[in-house]
């Protein structure tokens, strides 16, 4: 019995606490039949006169009246403090929420949260008079009309997309738009919410260009490396018919023919390996300001007096690790397609500058690592480009130059040297607005090294014993004949191995190693490493058409040995020969 009491009270409570509409209704009217009930029972009892009984009556109704009316009126007051703190809790939520929250009917804003003014920079008047149409970049704003259409239709409709808007100050950003439909003022209407991804856009977008360039770079490296070796044989075969025709036989004519075009094939050919990062390059420390001044002199001459070259130098002493032809090749790159957007003349501005990356650099660009950078900015005048050309300027053969005018190599030779340096370089720019390019290389610590002065043989002719071990048959033949028709004594071997018999045979005789890098059984390095075994100070040449980074990999540095990158014209190969003979 007291557990019934006591359960009773317990549900008694939480009924009184939770007052709804129809409780308060159903106590209102209990409690007025009660009392008019038990009143007027008791009011009879005890009075007989009518008139004072109804004078009673009178006021017994007034004061109810006056009770409920305070209840009802507190009643309400607490109703609306409820649903005014509410509505602010609400409001303070929506107001601080990262999205762009917003209420719309066929298209008309009717509520906007704080983040929506700030997304759109338009204020929440001057948007409550728009339309939600005006705020989506025009190109977009016919794939939201039909969606907002099949909506009404009641058909299917995705409820979250992309789509670009464009702010009051014409910038466009990217939103992430999910939608609603919800009871708003009595009518359906949308609730729309929308963040802003223009960041994420970009990073992905800057990932999927790199990741197409990286995988451009490795199928043209590979091409470029086997073109080489093609190469190699076609330009030495083509200097030996020169060399055996008479002076005046018309068939020289056709060989230089032959020549010209290999040398054509060449360049383009070196190109795709800077591209690849497939050089060699020798990096050492050296004066940024020293190498930008030097090439100046050279862009003034080669841009033309239409166009005024201004430099800022600011990088002072500050030393990068580069290759200095390397960088050199950079500017001039630059420089000529800036002259090319400026055909009727314009200014080019090259300035250096120190800056420090943070990592939110780092973050918004999506590469890089923390650290001291050596900035240099190229900016032109000129006609600039749209985004769709940005996208795809580092692509090799990328060009809008018309036939014979560009290879549409320039750009992405310099991509891969900046890459090459542990660089980066982004561009800005808008049609008709000029372009900037900014490169950033990393500064290092080392101190510049005293210039190094260069000996070049003038003579390619001797006698001595070279040993020549390559595996291209093409290449070592060609080798081979155009060392002996200079007068040398040579000895042939196809790979390491045989390389390793041939000098033990003729030791004494042999004074100079021609390795090519990769070989079957041996390679040209673990050739070379027995060979100095036996003798330590043998002079060698190493021959390669792979890359820097095959170079790397086998441990063979480009400052203590003598390395020489096919195709090598064969002057070249004979001068290095003597060149290194004579040291
Ligand atoms: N400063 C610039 N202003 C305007 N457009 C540029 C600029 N730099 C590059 N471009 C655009 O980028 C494209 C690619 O440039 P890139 O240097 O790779 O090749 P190219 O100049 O066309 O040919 P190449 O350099 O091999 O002779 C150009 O065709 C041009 O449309
Ligand atoms: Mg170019």
Known sequence: ??????????????????????????????????????SDMALTARVHDVYLITLIAMMKGWLYVAVTAIILYLLIRRGEATLRESEKKFRMLADTAAAAIFIYREATFLSVNATSQKMTGYSQEELLRMNFWDVAHPDHRAMMRQRAAARLRGDDVVSRYEFKIVTKLGEERWVDFTSGIIEFEGRRAVLGTAYDVTERKQLENQLRQSQKIEAVGLLAGGVAHDFNNILTAIIGYGHIIKMKLPEHDPLRSY??????????????????????????????PVNIDEIITRVGRLLTR??????????????????????????????????????????????????TGRVELGRDFIDTHGFGVAGSYALITATDTGVGMDQKTQDRIFEPFFTTKEVGKGTGLGLAVVYGIIKQHEGFITVYSEPGKGTTYKIYLPITKATIEQKRTLKTADTWDGSETILVAEDDEAVRHLTVKLLTEAGYRVVEASNGEEAVRKYKEQKDAIQLLLLDVIMPRKNGKEAYDEISGIRPDIKTIFMSGHAGDVFERKHINGKRFNIIMKPVSPLSLLHKVREVLDA
């Open 1 to 38: 019995m007291t557990s019934d009491l006591r359960k009773m009270r317990k549900n008694w409570k939480p009924f009184l606490l939770k007052l709804t509409p129809a409780r308060i209704a159903l106590l209102y009217a209990s409690a007025g039949c009660l009392w008019i009930a038990f």
């Open 255 to 284: 060989a230089d023919q032959i020549l010209t075009s290999a040398e054509r094939a060449a360049n383009l050919t070196s190109g795709l390996l800077a591209f690849s990062r497939k050089q060699v390059i020798q990096p050492h």
């Open 302 to 351: 080669l841009i033309g007096e239409d166009i005024e070259l201004s430099m800022e130098l600011g990088c002072g002493e500050t030393a990068i690790l580069a290759d200095p032809g390397q960088i050199e090749l950079v500017l001039m790159n630059l420089a000529t397609n800036a002259q090319d957007a400026m055909p009727d003349g314009g200014q080019l501005t090259i300035t």
